[in-house]
């Protein structure tokens, strides 16, 4: 039902360690720790030799909707970079933007979770700090699940597995188009049946 | 209503002031008096010179230094290069008040990014010029910047004083009396969301770009004014492939003022290797790039040329034009 070639809807690629950065900063959600374990052991690695020290890699991590793989990123001793643990993903947001808000231009942000999830981290970062999406990467873990906010009463759903699906704020039909605002994080969902009011189509499956 | 499709603006020099020993500016309003275009800080516009026969012997790209909101006059801060190829010269010496030039209407290769929370200035000399501009914009928009700012001695400093008066955040370094400004203490500690924009030799430039790149600055936060005026060379000859001509490049011409002279019109904009809009096919010949547009690998193969500032290293080139 997806329409293709729309250019605003994200592409995500796997995290890689930036060897120009100076300073690694990693927020994980849920299964997203897969990925951080990934990098962490990537940064550690190093690149000819110049992994960067311990103490310039940050990790931040929410279980959110789960599984909770935070003890999985506990292990490893004290040659990694113990994570900050938070209750959820409000609790990481705003530990970050105090630790970003200390930082300098060095830095690389990296994120993997849930397609909320990553937005959410990019506007503390990008809006609340200053940092450059040219500095931040994402990797998109889990469930294809998408943000998805109605463009009739503003109400966004985290987490739409269908399209058509039931606006929490409205109770409107919507049809998740693939249409994506970078500045607020969300696709757009928009009344299926305006036209034939409870003409409403069979939901499908989101793949992506 | 004048728009940027324009080919070019008629204007009169309504005022010339010396600013220093070696540097003019020049004050240009249109000729039937109407605004002239508004313009982004670090816009250049290109000055066509003509000579007494009105034949075109010069075309030079100047930074704007006026404040962008004002449509009323621009104005242009010249220096006087005697070993350059004339355009500043005829400007110092055959350009007087009340006296008319054409102007093309404003580009911007050099734009402040609009999402930085803070910018680093860092001018050396003549360069200054842009961020004149620029600071106007940032005051304006209430921006946090700081200005450092690096030259010889007083009379290499154009706007010295005006700026020291003006703008509580310039550093000045003057190297006759030992000072130098440091790269990477001046990007060392600044927070996220700092763009640095450089404007001098290509020394300063590279000094700059590799503290950042040490510091860990993305490569999108560095910002240089990169146009260079055209270098001279041996003369040599230029085949059109398509029009099937060929021109004689003098020593001191580039391509695109050979053509431009033989009555052709090629696409082009900033005149200094910059924008890329003159790139043209290479179907013959060795190049001497001077751009910085084209690819290292692009310039390698000797496939294309910027014909605004590239040169040939052989006798005779074809081009695909």
């Given at each position: 039902?997806s329409?293709?070639?729309i250019?605003?809807?994200?592409?995500?690629?796997?995290?890689?360690?930036?060897?120009?950065?100076?300073?690694?900063?990693?927020?994980?959600?849920?299964?997203?720790?897969?990925?951080?374990?990934?990098?962490?052991?990537?940064?550690?690695?190093?690149?000819?030799?110049?992994?960067?020290?311990?103490?310039?890699?940050?990790?931040?991590?929410?279980?959110?909707a789960?599984?909770?793989?935070?003890?999985?990123?506990?292990?490893?001793?004290?040659?990694?970079?113990?994570?900050?643990?938070?209750?959820?993903?409000?609790?990481?947001?705003?530990?970050?933007?105090?630790?970003?808000?200390?930082?300098?231009?060095?830095?690389?942000?990296?994120?993997?979770?849930?397609?909320?999830?990553?937005?959410?981290?990019?506007?503390?970062?990008?809006?609340?700090?200053?940092?450059?999406?040219?500095?931040?990467?994402?990797?998109?873990?889990?469930?294809?699940a998408?943000?998805?906010?109605?463009?009739?009463?503003?109400?966004?759903?985290?987490?739409?597995?269908t399209?058509?699906y039931?606006?929490?704020?409205?109770?409107?039909?919507?049809?998740?188009?693939?249409?994506?605002?970078?500045?607020?994080?969300?696709?757009?969902?928009?009344?299926?049946?305006?036209?034939?009011?409870?003409d409403?189509?069979?939901?499908?499956e989101?793949?992506? | 209503?004048?728009?940027?499709?324009?080919?070019?603006i008629?204007?009169?020099?309504?005022?010339?002031?010396?600013?220093?020993?070696?540097?003019?500016?020049?004050?240009?309003?249109?000729?039937?008096?109407?605004?002239?275009?508004?313009?982004?800080?670090?816009?250049?516009?290109?000055?066509?010179?003509?000579?007494?026969?009105?034949?075109?012997?010069?075309?030079?790209?100047?930074?704007?230094?006026?404040?962008?909101?004002?449509?009323?006059?621009?104005?242009?801060?010249?220096?006087?290069?005697?070993?350059?190829?004339?355009?500043?010269?005829?400007?110092?010496?055959?350009?007087?008040?009340?006296d008319?030039?054409?102007?093309?209407?404003?580009?911007?290769?050099?734009?402040?990014?609009?999402?930085?929370?803070?910018?680093?200035?860092?001018?050396?000399?003549?360069?200054?010029?842009?961020?004149?501009?620029?600071?106007?914009?940032?005051?304006?928009?209430?921006?946090?910047?700081?200005?450092?700012?690096?030259?010889?001695?007083?009379?290499?400093?154009?706007?010295?004083?005006?700026?020291?008066?003006?703008?509580?955040?310039?550093s000045?370094?003057?190297?006759?009396?030992?000072?130098?400004?440091?790269?990477?203490?001046?990007?060392?500690?600044?927070?996220?969301?700092?763009?640095?924009?450089?404007?001098?030799?290509?020394?300063?430039?590279?000094?700059?770009?590799?503290?950042?790149?040490?510091?860990?600055?993305?490569?999108?936060?560095?910002?240089?004014?990169?146009?260079?005026?055209?270098?001279?060379?041996?003369?040599?000859?230029?085949?059109?492939?398509?029009?099937?001509?060929?021109?004689?490049?003098?020593?001191?011409?580039?391509?695109?003022?050979?053509?431009?002279?033989?009555?052709?019109?090629?696409?082009?904009?900033?005149?200094?290797?910059?924008?890329?809009?003159?790139?043209?096919?290479?179907?013959?010949?060795?190049?001497?790039?001077?751009?910085?547009?084209?690819?290292?690998?692009?310039?390698?193969?000797?496939?294309?040329?910027?014909?605004?500032?590239?040169?040939?290293?052989?006798?005779?080139?074809?081009?695909?034009?």
């Open positions: 039902m329409i293709p070639g250019k605003s809807k994200p592409v995500y690629t796997g995290l890689t360690p930036d060897p120009g950065g100076c300073q690694h900063v990693l927020a994980g959600e849920g299964p997203g720790a897969e990925a951080l374990l990934r990098l962490r052991r990537e940064l550690a690695e190093g690149n000819d030799g110049m992994a960067p020290e311990a103490s310039a890699v940050a990790l931040f991590y929410t279980a959110g789960g599984p909770d793989q935070g003890e999985e990123l506990a292990e490893g001793g004290r040659d990694f970079p113990q994570p900050w643990r938070f209750p959820d993903t409000e609790g990481l947001c705003s530990a970050l933007g105090d630790y970003l808000a200390d930082s300098g231009m060095g830095v690389r942000l990296y994120v993997a979770g849930s397609e909320a999830f990553l937005w959410r981290v990019v506007a503390t970062a990008r809006d609340g700090v200053g940092i450059s999406e040219a500095a931040i990467q994402m990797e998109r873990c889990g469930p294809p998408r943000p998805v906010c109605c463009i009739h009463c503003k109400t966004t759903d985290p987490a739409v597995s399209t058509v039931q606006c929490p704020g409205c109770g409107l039909n919507l049809f998740v188009r693939d249409h994506f605002s970078r500045r607020l994080g969300v696709y757009q969902g928009v009344c299926v049946d305006a036209e034939a009011p409870g409403v189509p069979e939901p499908e989101l793949d992506s | 209503m004048i728009t940027s499709q324009q080919p070019s008629p204007v009169r020099v309504t005022g010339i002031d010396q600013v220093t020993p070696s540097v003019k500016t020049f004050t240009l309003e249109h000729t039937e008096g109407i605004p002239l275009p508004c313009f982004s800080g670090g816009s250049h516009v290109v000055v066509t010179m003509k000579d007494a026969q009105g034949q075109v012997c010069h075309r030079n790209p100047y930074s704007l230094t006026s404040p962008p909101d004002d449509g009323r006059c621009y104005r242009i801060s010249v220096r006087r290069d005697d070993a350059g190829r004339g355009g500043s010269l005829f400007m110092h010496e055959r350009v007087g008040e009340g008319f030039l054409d102007i093309s209407a404003p580009v911007n290769l050099f734009p402040l990014n609009v999402l930085a929370r803070r910018h680093v200035l860092i001018a050396s000399g003549i360069g200054i010029t842009p961020f004149l501009a620029q600071m106007h914009e940032l005051r304006q928009r209430g921006v946090p910047y700081e200005l450092h700012y690096q030259f010889r001695d007083d009379d290499g400093a154009p706007y010295r004083d005006a700026i020291a008066a003006r703008e509580p955040t310039a000045f370094y003057e190297s006759d009396q030992g000072e130098y400004l440091d790269p990477l203490a001046i990007l060392r500690d600044q927070p996220l969301g700092t763009h640095v924009y450089v404007c001098g030799p290509a020394g300063l430039i590279n000094d700059v770009s590799a503290a950042a790149t040490k510091l860990g600055w993305p490569p999108r936060h560095v910002h240089s004014e990169a146009f260079t005026a055209p270098p001279v060379g041996e003369p040599f000859t230029v085949v059109c492939h398509r029009s099937e001509r060929e021109i004689e490049v003098p020593g001191t011409a580039s391509v695109l003022e050979a053509l431009e002279g033989a009555g052709l019109e090629p696409a082009c904009s900033c005149r200094g290797g910059a924008c890329g809009e003159c790139e043209t096919r290479v179907l013959e010949g060795d190049i001497e790039h001077h751009d910085h547009f084209l690819s290292d690998d692009v310039k390698a193969a000797n496939s294309r040329m910027m014909i605004c500032v590239s040169r040939a290293r052989t006798s005779r080139v074809v081009l695909d034009l």
